[in-house]
């Protein structure tokens, strides 16, 4: 009975799901730093769509993105509009937090393997 629950456990993993307009993303926990309400920012018309400039967060100015603006769409900033603050990977030291655009609260979700795949094609960087 212990190795059968040690099994469910090890292939269950805890995620969080971040609302975007038109679908979830699902992200580790260990990459949300914190959730932040919406503040708009300044952006440069030279930049690419995704890119909505940057917003200050712990006295830090942080790039701002829109996945939904990466994968084609159009930019949506509804009434419940939310910034997560997300830990960057990479090992830049100028670039140690990275900002994403949702739409409401992400919640809670464990994943299995049962958890399907979708291919999402992304607009050029």
Not at 22 to 35: Q, Y
Request: charged share 20%.
């Amino acid at each position: 009975m212990h190795e059968r629950r040690h099994n469910q456990r090890s292939s269950q993993l805890t995620g969080l799901l971040l609302p975007l307009a038109d679908r979830n993303l699902i992200l580790p926990n260990v990459a949300v730093a914190e959730l932040i309400d919406y503040q708009s920012s300044a952006f440069d018309l030279d930049t690419p769509p995704w890119y909505l400039g940057r917003v200050t967060w712990r006295e830090r100015q942080i790039p701002l993105l829109s996945f939904e603006s990466a994968c084609g769409n159009k930019i949506v900033i509804g009434e419940r509009a939310r910034i997560v603050i997300l830990n960057a990977l990479g090992g830049l030291p100028t670039l140690r937090f990275i900002a994403l655009l949702v739409q409401g609260i992400p919640r809670s979700y464990k994943l299995d393997s049962q958890l399907s795949y979708v291919d999402v094609p992304l607009c050029a960087l």
